[in-house]
């Protein structure tokens, strides 16, 4: 079956502008995750959705990330007035049962703020 | 400081060199410990998951092991196609279920 989609696969934005990264999981995972991979630095947790649970939040850098699932599947990453650090590759990953089960991940999305 | 630590950062090796690669990590208690490989432009691949001391899992080339302290990834007779980043994860019982936190990453190149 297809496996997790992420979009656009490169962004090239302003400082100042607001963009959305967009995931689609894999059909009938319930858990979903967004990172951020930054340049010589280990994956960053970022955001975490469970089914119809209030999602953990407490990777978010600041109050310009925001994240929203609907309907239980597709999830869109927001990033408000961006700054230069916050370019970075963001990647989504999906599991069938959290913290049991493997996360399998997108391609990721470039992100680059000039 | 740092809950997950790879070494080495970097690691070459000639075709057929064996060598091992290793995680250390520090947790309030294990739910898991991941083997994720990650190519060049692409998102994380996975490997394996270990959940207790002593355990051992093999595909292919690779095996992976699990101490209460550290993991080690070992590669038998590396192949050229086996040149990417290897990424160590833990799952700790102290955060949020599912959140994983992740090494720098180890990266391999073989050269034939």
């Known amino acids: 079956g297809a496996g997790v989609s992420q979009s656009p696969s490169n962004k090239v934005t302003e400082k100042g502008k607001d963009v959305e990264l967009r995931c689609d999981p894999i059909s009938g995972h319930t858990a979903l995750y967004w990172y951020r991979q930054s340049l010589g630095q280990g994956l960053e947790f970022l955001i975490y959705?469970?089914?119809?649970?209030?999602?953990?939040k407490s990777g978010l850098p600041s109050d310009r990330f925001s994240a929203e699932r609907t309907g239980g599947s597709v999830s869109t990453l927001t990033i408000q007035r961006t700054q230069q650090e916050d370019s970075a590759v963001y990647l989504c990953?999906?599991?069938?049962?959290?913290?049991?089960?493997?996360?399998?991940f997108g391609p990721g999305t470039r992100l680059t703020v000039l | 400081e740092d809950q997950v630590t790879q070494s080495p950062e970097a690691l070459r090796l000639q075709e057929g060199e064996s060598s091992s690669l290793n995680c250390s990590y520090t947790v309030s208690g294990l739910r898991g410990l991941f083997w994720y490989r990650q190519d060049p432009g692409k998102g994380p691949e996975f490997l394996f998951t270990l959940y207790s001391a002593g355990e051992e899992k093999e595909k292919e080339r690779l095996k992976a092991t699990l101490t209460k302290k550290e993991s080690f990834l070992h590669i038998t007779a590396p192949k050229p196609e086996d040149s990417a980043t290897y990424l160590c994860a833990v799952d700790d019982y102290g955060g949020s279920q599912g959140n994983l936190i992740f090494g720098k990453g180890t990266k391999l190149s073989v050269k034939p």
């Open positions: 959705f469970q089914g119809n649970s209030a999602p953990d």
């Open positions: 990953a999906s599991s069938a049962v959290p913290g049991v089960d493997e996360q399998f």
